[in-house]
């Protein structure tokens, strides 16, 4: 499988973002979709997670209501709302894909999509 991630871009500070992410095939419902970030000089880290078939959603801490996790199903898609976006959200977003439940280690995510490139100017 493999995963195709979009909707990056040049914003700015306080602005919205959506990123998407799509597979080249159906996602099952015991799989997971991961969205990472990884900052210039920085080491990649977990955003939010959602399990495809029942829906458990995790978000890390700095999301701090900001961010929102969906799936769409009729397009087998996962999405990333982002709002108030900072400087501080510059980076690289990645999704990755496991089976299993929604986790936050990058570990634990054995496919991954080439990211896309999120730019929040001040």
């Known amino acids: 499988v493999q995963l195709q991630a979009s909707g990056g871009g040049l914003v700015q500070a306080g602005d919205s973002l959506t990123l998407s992410c799509t597979a080249s095939?159906?996602?099952?419902?015991?799989?997971?979709l991961g969205w990472f970030r990884q900052a210039p000089g920085k080491e990649r880290e977990f955003v939010s997670a959602i399990n495809w078939g029942d829906g458990r959603i995790r978000y890390a801490d700095f999301v701090k209501g900001r961010f929102t996790i969906s799936k769409d199903s009729t397009k087998n898609m996962v999405h990333l709302q982002m709002n108030s976006l900072t400087p501080e959200d510059t980076a690289v977003y990645y999704c990755a894909l496991r089976a299993g439940s929604p986790t936050r280690s990058i570990d634990d995510y054995n496919v991954w999509g080439q990211g896309t490139l999120v730019t929040v100017s001040s």
């Open positions: 095939r159906r996602f099952f419902s015991s799989n997971a």
